[in-house]
């Protein structure tokens, strides 16, 4: 039997994975590929983290089965992971209203939060920040959600208009869920101050509404805590909040689809009964999780010695694309392109919007061979010392039109 006529019209290419695959089949030898958040060192290459390496060469050694892990991952994993997130004293690790669900990465946790919450009724708006990671209206719409978005930055798409944010919140209805980037907000890399993630904590309060936090970046901003103040902000007393966090950049394990839900319910009572329902999520989709990138988390975050080496390898990736920042400012500066570029490197994490038409967009890829995306989205810790002039010269021809 043929299938149905629809099947056969093709779908549109992913906004950003399109990209990437139209930058893999460009013949021309000096092309850069800013797009995908990925990271890369100098040498234009993302590598295996030494102590990725130093875990695989341990869990080789001990490896005896191959057996189906449990549908929420190995408890060792999730209570790491808990910990790493909310922090190790936290009340609401303490007093166990906070459970965590090992994930196929990051999209694998929010598309978990998305099924839970559509499953047991708990919501059915989702309001996301305009611009967002593309992904994001795309994978709430296809679990059935209504999407609504928020105002995020002012015009100039370098700092966040806070009033007509919170405003837009305000008119939210109670028990819709608002979609939050934990840190390293992408694709704009401006993230909110201390004292506007207690406002939106005290909007979600009032409006009873239910934060789910996107946190694909911890540790790439400031660090693993301060990168998590903001959403431990919102773990007040009682409150409940969803966190989806992703090992795919913070660790360089991207293929092995490692990510995590975490639920923080009112009670411990209420946290139990919400994982019943997250496994039920998860066995209707895709049954139980891959065992060996939560394998190799679990073995460098649970071994003292291995966890300091870690933090600092994300140390050195962290700094690096903060040092590229303030080098692509200089590089812009110093070719005199209009505008004003000094926000760049107070940004956060690896994205920064260049605010360009589709036209320069297009003539970038066209004429230049440099592939950013949407509205000149890019990929800041994709700049090597080879390509950043090359860069920077073809933004300022294209913007001098
Ligand atoms: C904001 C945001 N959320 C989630 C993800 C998903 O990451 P993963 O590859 O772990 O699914 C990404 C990856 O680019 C992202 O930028």
Excluded at 38 to 44: A, E, I, L, N
Excluded at 129 to 158: C, I
Excluded at 291 to 319: C, F, K, Y
Aim: charged share 25%; glycine share 8%; hydrophobic share 40%.
């Amino acid at each position: 039997m043929a299938l149905p006529s629809l099947a056969r019209v093709p779908a549109p290419p992913d906004p950003i994975l399109g990209l990437a695959e139209r930058y893999r089949a460009d013949p021309r030898p000096n092309k850069v590929n800013l797009t995908s958040g990925v990271f890369v060192d100098d040498s234009g290459t993302t590598p295996i983290l030494a102590t990725v390496v130093e875990a695989e060469r341990r869990l080789a050694a001990a490896a005896a089965s191959k057996l189906y892990r449990p549908i929420d991952g190995e408890l060792a994993y999730r209570e790491l992971v808990r910990a790493l997130v909310l922090g190790e004293g936290h009340e609401a690790v303490a007093s166990g209203r906070a459970l965590a669900t090992q994930t196929p990465g990051g999209t694998g946790g929010l598309r978990v939060a998305a099924d839970l919450l559509r499953q047991t009724g708990s919501g059915s708006t989702v309001w996301m920040s305009e611009p967002t990671w593309p992904n994001h209206p795309q994978l709430f719409a296809s679990a059935g959600f209504k999407v609504r978005s928020y105002p995020y930055t002012d015009p100039t798409g370098r700092r966040i208009d806070e009033a007509a944010m919170l405003d837009a919140l305000g008119q939210a209805s109670p028990g819709d869920v608002v979609l939050l980037h934990g840190c390293c907000h992408n694709p704009t890399g401006v993230d909110p101050s201390a004292d506007l993630w207690r406002r939106i904590g005290d909007v979600v309060e009032e409006r009873r509404l239910l934060p789910l936090v996107d946190l694909a970046y911890q540790g790439f901003g400031d660090g693993l805590a301060e990168d998590a103040a903001g959403l431990r902000e919102l773990v007040r007393p009682g409150a409940e909040l969803l966190v989806s966090t992703s090992f795919s950049k913070t660790f360089s394990l991207y293929a092995e689809r490692v990510g995590a839900l975490i639920v923080v319910a009112r009670s411990a009572e209420d946290a139990e009964a919400a994982q019943t329902n997250v496994k039920a999520a998860i066995r209707t989709n895709y049954s139980n999780p891959p065992a060996h990138g939560a394998d190799v988390v679990r073995t460098i975050l649970s071994d003292p010695e291995l966890r300091a080496r870690w933090e600092q390898e994300l140390a050195a990736m962290r700094n690096r694309i903060n040092a590229n920042r303030g080098d692509l400012v200089e590089a812009l500066d110093a070719r005199r392109i209009p505008g004003d570029w000094s926000a760049i490197a107070d940004q956060r994490g690896m994205f920064a919007l260049l605010g360009l038409s589709k036209a320069q967009v297009d003539r970038l890829r066209d004429e230049f061979a440099v592939y950013v995306v949407g509205a000149g989205r890019i990929n800041v810790a994709g700049f090597t010392s080879s390509n950043l002039s090359p860069f920077a010269d073809a933004l300022a021809k294209v913007v001098a039109g």
